[in-house]
């Protein structure tokens, strides 16, 4: 099982640093569109189409690894209320559900996947693409993501602990 984890950590490390130079690229074709405009030249018809897409792949790329450094927002009020041990249970089955969830949603965008996969569709807009390739990140992230939560119960680590408090970070 270690191996597994192991393996889905470095793949996470992997995708958040693939949404990292997509962020780069949308400021490069940010500055470029604006220059371009304030130019009086024509911008790249292609510049805000891609950027919607970018964005939405920095979400679903950088996901898996927010939750291994615990970056997503949580908010402790209930479980700092508790008794050690009961804000352990609690906390193991907030992530465990967390992982069900995750599972879910990564068969669900899965299918998605696989039916744009196999239709053929295309996405028409400012250029044209393969529907497939906006769902790809889906089902690959929400696997690792929930991979990530559960982890935690496993492992008896916390994903509700402070990031002084955790094995995640950088």
């Not at 898996?64 to 009020?77: A, E, M, N």
Request: charged fraction near 10%.
């Amino acid at each position: 099982m270690g191996l597994i984890f192991k393996s889905a950590e470095v793949l996470s490390r992997i995708l958040f640093f693939a949404s990292m130079g997509l962020v780069a690229a949308i400021f490069v074709i940010v500055v470029y569109d604006v220059g371009t405009r304030n130019m009086g030249l024509r911008p790249p018809y292609w510049g805000v189409n891609t950027v919607e897409y970018a964005l939405f792949w920095i979400a679903m790329l950088s996901m898996p690894d927010l939750v291994r450094t615990r970056g997503h927002v949580s908010v402790g009020v209930v479980l700092a209320a508790l008794s050690p041990p009961a804000r352990s249970r609690l906390s193991a089955g907030i992530s465990l559900f967390a992982a069900g969830l995750c599972v879910f949603m990564a068969w669900q965008t899965g299918l998605k996947f696989v039916e744009a996969w196999t239709s053929g569709n295309y996405e028409v807009r400012a250029f044209d693409m393969p529907e497939w390739i906006i769902y790809l990140p889906m089902p690959v992230s929400f696997v690792l993501a929930g991979l990530m939560f559960l982890r935690y119960p496993l492992t008896g680590t916390s994903y509700h602990a402070g990031p002084a408090e955790s094995a995640g970070g950088l």
